[in-house]
């Protein structure tokens, strides 16, 4: 449960919270299970704050300092957080359903199991993060950087991958079915037995990845670049490849 003194003095506003955490650096303010929904913080430092299981739901939190937060198993259900640093937060089992992460600092968090659903990430940064079985379907993550991002069973259903950095990530049986995936970065990526049916990665970067066992059924990867890509045991049923580098891939057994 919240400590009562530093929920009060969060909603006393701003100045008092922020004049506080000055005077006060070495305490780890106490926000779990707080129901601050709808609640305004634009800018507010909560830098290594425990919001453990508070609701957020619809909060504005604009450009917001949440670096190292603990934040697992509250509920940010369209919560705004354009710009705002997460950077190190721990989001096991958050709820971020159609949030606005427009730009945000997601480098290096926890976030297993979390769930973006409709949540817009463009151009958010989510680098060397672990997301193992989080879900983005219907999420939006153009120009979004992931790389070196462990998505192991992730669901990308119909999200909106455009433009992405994948490189290097780890995307082993994730859920791509649909997505939207044009002239997508996806260099030494791992997508060992992912779904990929019916996704359209027109223009796609795929040099070097491994795509053993992926299922390709109706995929778009016109004008894609394969060269050395591991498409061993794949499913190439109507797969379009036309235009497609498939310099020195491994033998795919369907080509």
Not at 33 to 46: H, V
Not at 141 to 159: I, K, V
Not at 181 to 198: I, T
Not at 243 to 250: E, F, P, V, W
Request: proline letters at 2%; hydrophobic letters at 40%.
């Amino acid at each position: 449960m919240a400590n009562p003194e530093h929920l009060i003095l969060l909603r006393s506003g701003a100045l008092t919270w922020r004049d506080w955490r000055t005077q006060l650096p070495e305490i780890i303010p106490d926000l779990s299970g707080a129901d601050l929904e709808q609640i305004n913080l634009r800018g507010a430092n909560l830098q290594g704050v425990n919001l453990r299981g508070a609701n957020l739901r619809g909060a504005k939190l604009i450009k917001i300092n949440l670096q190292g937060a603990d934040l697992s198993h509250a509920d940010l259900t369209k919560a705004q957080l354009w710009s705002g640093n997460l950077a190190e937060a721990l989001l096991l089992n958050t709820c971020l359903a159609a949030a606005q992460l427009y730009q945000a600092d997601l480098r290096g968090v926890e976030a297993i199991a979390s769930q973006f659903p409709e949540a817009d990430l463009t151009g958010a940064d989510l680098s060397k993060a672990n997301f193992v079985g989080a879900d983005f379907r219907d999420a939006i993550l153009q120009t979004a950087d992931l790389s070196y991002t462990n998505l192991r069973r992730g669901n990308f259903t119909r999200a909106n991958l455009s433009g992405a950095n994948f490189n290097h990530a780890q995307l082993q049986q994730a859920n791509l079915n649909n997505v939207e995936a044009l002239n997508c970065h996806l260099y030494q990526a791992n997508l060992q037995q992912a779904q990929l049916s019916y996704a359209h990665l027109s223009g796609s970067y795929l040099y070097g990845a491994d795509l053993q066992g992926c299922d390709l059924h109706q995929t778009d990867l016109r004008w894609a670049n394969l060269t050395k890509a591991d498409l061993r045991n794949t499913d190439l049923t109507q797969t379009q490849l036309r235009g497609a580098n498939l310099t020195k891939i491994l033998d795919a057994g369907q080509i």
